[in-house]
């Protein structure tokens, strides 16, 4: 008797402390420290926080709903971390740039164990400088230029299978293939093929495993994925041996981390190599096929703009005798309207919605204080979509980038400051490539009605923008292109 009045008591007095969670946390809403006070916001149940809430319905109207009602700037509790989150560009600013030093990049350890610990973008100080500064050397425009041929020959060679085979084709599914083969050129040059498919095949373990539930079960997705990135190593450890062994000195990635030696002589390690190689290709990879299959959607719901960009590609196209020369660099710089519906698939579908950092001390902001240890979310697309920056932001208008430039920090696709992203230059390169070859050579047709978005993480459209591709040149005499 006794032990079930007490049990009966444990949990009254439980559910009790459950039930009046959210109303203690409403009396905190104003606490103090120092002269500083929390941000408003809801911090959720105790331990789940506001997970649910987040991912039971599109995550951007989650952070939408929240900026509505507290503002700029509000505190939530997500994955088990207290978070901050910011929607203004002065505070995406203040976190990413002026104040940077007091923010400190944050990932979960499972995610970092996938990538490898050394990979830039987990560090900040000297190490990050470093590499970035190395990231930066192959990817300069200098460097992308001498890769248009390789990289016009990889998208021609996507979209001719893809008409080839007459079929219906997952398209971002197929553009994650083509920013895989640009990442690899950009890293290793020429790679042997051999190696490249034993890399493809792994890194596809890997990039299945990376969002699955990090277990260490055998079987898991995330144990799969574990052994294949030891493989990765494997691999990357013969391709450096030979390349040793042959003493090459290229000028590509690969080529600038096992060229580096600090002040004392110092190199770099396996792992350093390693882990930023497979960061740059993780990096690369679902950003850039995301943008460029967004591309493909917008274009084909808008046929006056597609033909207005038609105009201008075929334009260049003659200019290079029908298409007997490469793109030159002057060109890809040239493509206004191109590049314009570019930042606009950026801006609207703004891949990187947001990004974490954690607070390495107690910081005030604007009077609110972001407590040490606390995430601190700056919301990139919140930025992008709202209409004080963006007029009508919800519709696809390219030529708003025609009548004005973006205000001070209102368009970061691309984040900003010491961890902005720096590999742009040819994500915009590869994409513009794309269009190029796409519209001055193909047709294609969005297959099934299907709209919204779908996040996998990063947004694309449904179910991967099924479509199919027709060679422009077999069109008239078939009678059945689009
Ligand atoms: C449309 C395509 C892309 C988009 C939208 C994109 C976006 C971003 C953003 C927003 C960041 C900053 C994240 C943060 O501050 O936490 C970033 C960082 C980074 N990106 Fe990209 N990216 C793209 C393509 C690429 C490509 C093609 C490469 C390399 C070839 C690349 C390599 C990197 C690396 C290495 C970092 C980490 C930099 C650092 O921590 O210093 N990205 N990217």
């Known amino acids: 008797m006794e032990t079930s009045v007490f049990i009966l008591l444990y949990v009254i007095l ?33 331990y789940i926080g506001e997970t649910l809430q987040l991912y039971s319905q599109d995550p951007n109207i989650f952070f939408l709903t929240k900026q509505r009602r507290y503002g700029e700037i509000f505190k939530t509790h997500i994955l088990g971390c207290p978070c901050v989150m910011l929607t203004s560009p002065e505070a995406a600013r203040f976190v990413l740039v002026t104040h940077s030093h007091l923010f400190k990049p944050t990932y979960p350890k499972s995610k970092e164990k996938m990538i490898g610990p050394c990979a830039l973008f ?18 300069s425009p200098d460097a992308i230029r001498k890769l248009i041929p ?16 007459a079929q219906v084709i997952d398209t971002f599914n197929e553009m994650k293939k083509f920013s895989f083969d640009v990442g690899i050129l950009s890293i290793f040059g020429h790679l042997e093929e051999g190696y490249k498919q034993k890399l493809e095949q792994n890194y596809r373990i890997v990039d299945k495993g990376y969002n699955s539930f990090p277990t260490k079960i055998p079987g898991s997705a995330y144990h799969k994925a574990l052994q ?7 691999i990357l450890g013969e391709i450096i041996c030979e390349r040793k062994e042959k003493r090459l000195a290229e000028k590509d990635l690969l080529g600038h981390l096992l060229n580096f030696k600090d002040e004392k002589g110092q190199t770099l390690t396996e792992d350093q190599i390693n882990d930023n190689i497979i960061g740059v290709l993780f990096a690369a990879q679902d950003t850039t096929a995301s943008v460029i299959t967004w591309i493909l959607k917008f274009l084909h719901d808008d046929p006056k703009l597609l ?5 201008e590609q075929k334009a260049i196209y003659q200019s290079n005798s029908g298409g007997k020369g490469h793109l030159t660099w002057a060109q890809t710089r040239n493509m206004t309207l191109a590049h314009r519906v570019l930042i606009e698939s950026l801006r609207m579908a703004s891949i990187i919605s947001f990004t974490f950092r954690e607070a390495v001390v107690d910081v005030e902001y604007k009077g609110y204080l972001i407590p040490k240890g606390w995430k601190v979310m700056p919301l990139f697309r919140n930025i992008h979509h709202n209409p004080e920056y963006f007029s009508d932001p919800q519709h696809f208008d390219p030529s708003r980038f025609e009548r004005a430039a973006p205000k001070p920090n209102t368009f970061m696709p691309f984040g900003k400051g010491v961890h902005a992203c720096p590999g742009n230059e040819l994500a915009k390169l590869e994409a513009l490539i794309f269009i190029h070859h796409l ?26 923008l099924p479509a199919r591709f027709w060679k422009e040149s077999s069109c008239p005499s078939q009678n059945m292109c689009p």
């Open 307 to 311: 033909e207005a960009v038609k105009a």
């Open 439 to 464: 519209v001055t050579k193909f047709r294609w047709e969005v297959v099934g009605s299907k709209s919204g978005i779908q996040y996998g993480p990063f947004p694309v459209p449904q179910g991967g």
């Open 14 to 46: 439980f559910l009790s402390t459950l039930l009046s969670y959210p109303f203690l946390r409403k009396k905190k809403r104003g606490f103090r420290v120092g002269r500083s006070k929390l941000p408003a916001g809801s911090m959720g149940w105790p």
């Open 122 to 139: 987990f560090h900040q100080g000297q190490y990050h400088t470093r590499l970035r500064k190395l990231v930066q050397s192959s990817m």
């Open 150 to 165: 390789d990289i016009e020959s990889i998208a021609l060679s996507a979209l001719d299978s893809w008409a080839a085979s």
């Open 228 to 234: 294949a990135r030891e493989r990765l190593n494997q």
